[in-house]
Nanobody, 123 residues
Framework: QVHLVESGGGSVQAGGSLRLSCVVS????????LGWFRQAPGKEREGVAA???????SYADSVKDRFTISQDNAKNTLDLQMNSLKAEDTAMYYC?????????????????WGQGTQVTVSS
């Protein structure tokens, strides 16, 4: 059974940084895509960043040049380094996984999800 557990959320002032981590376990896929998503109150869940097994990445325009997604395939971990945080980055952040080499930012394509970690940015 695939299991994802996020950590690293918290509260920070605008302009600050946070690093989120996710441990992924229980899968045996040869191809897979891992992603970070977020959902603010009253809004739909949106893709933030994604990475495939080879390390190819994609980012939402709103976080390009501020957020960096990375992975450690040996440890099965996924990280999201968030710099220059803005109030509009406030949301619940989720990591997700799918057994495919196709790696996009559409939440509906991801089958496995963590429980989420809250990020709050005060202005």
């Amino acid at each position: 059974q695939v299991h994802l557990v996020e950590s690293g959320g918290g509260s920070v002032q605008a302009g600050g940084s946070l690093r989120l981590s996710c441990v992924v376990s229980g899968y045996t896929w040869n191809s897979r895509c891992l992603g970070w998503f977020r959902q603010a109150p009253g809004k739909e869940r949106e893709g933030v960043a994604a990475i495939d097994r080879r390390g190819s990445t994609s980012y939402a325009d709103s976080v390009k040049d501020r957020f960096t997604i990375s992975q450690d395939n040996a440890k099965n971990t996924l990280d999201l380094q968030m710099n220059s945080l803005k109030a509009e980055d406030t949301a619940m952040y989720y990591c997700a996984a799918r057994p495919s080499s196709y790696c996009d930012l559409y939440p509906g394509d991801f089958r496995y999800w963590g429980q989420g970690t809250q990020v709050t940015v005060s202005s």
